[in-house]
């Protein structure tokens, strides 16, 4: 079994759709960033590439590639999933913590589990979706932000021997 952690943090912004955990939530800000700027994915894509030795998002998506511009990070999941099956990899489970001031994630969060999973290929069980405040303090208090806390476990189908 391996352990992945992931941390991602977008400034909000007028003029862009909030995009998170794959779905578009109705708010008056969005995310900025080169891509859709989806926190839960990034901090996803970031804790399974963690977990296998493999680098961080950065390293396989850099920002500064112009093919990334706008893209929807459900299309970088996919690809994240791709080097996970390549590593002969399964995803036991998810656990993600997102720091919103506002909008209230709760109505949000069973389909955001429902995309991931099918993004994933994995049962809606093995996800677990939390939302909290930063009781108004700091950056993401004032609403100027929203950042995203992933800690994941994958495994092998093959057993390790033991000598």
């Given at each position: 079994m391996l352990v992945g952690f992931g941390y991602d943090v977008h400034r909000l912004t007028?003029?862009?759709?909030?995009?998170?955990g794959g779905i578009t939530i109705p708010f008056e800000k969005g995310l900025d960033g080169h891509s859709d700027a989806d926190?839960?994915?990034?901090?996803?894509?970031?804790?399974l590439l963690g977990a296998m030795g493999e680098g961080d998002i950065g390293?396989?998506?850099?920002?500064?590639?112009?093919?990334?511009?706008?893209?929807?990070s459900i299309i970088l999941l996919e690809e994240t999933v791709k080097i996970l099956k390549?590593?002969?990899?399964?995803?036991?489970n998810i656990d993600f913590s997102v720091v919103i001031e506002s909008p209230r994630?709760?109505?949000?969060?069973?389909?955001?589990?429902?995309?991931?999973s099918k993004a994933l290929?994995?049962?809606l069980d093995r996800i677990n979706?939390?939302?909290?405040?930063n009781e108004k303090m700091g950056f993401i208090g004032r609403n100027e932000g929203v950042a995203a806390y992933c800690i994941l476990s994958i495994s092998s189908g093959i057993k390790d021997k033991i000598n």
């Open positions: 007028y003029g862009r759709k909030l995009v998170l926190v839960i994915i990034h901090s996803l894509i970031d804790a390293k396989h998506f850099p920002d500064n590639d112009m093919k990334y511009k706008d893209i929807s390549r590593n002969k990899m399964n995803i036991n994630l709760s109505p949000y969060i069973p389909e955001m589990k429902i995309v991931l290929n994995t049962s979706i939390k939302a909290t405040t």
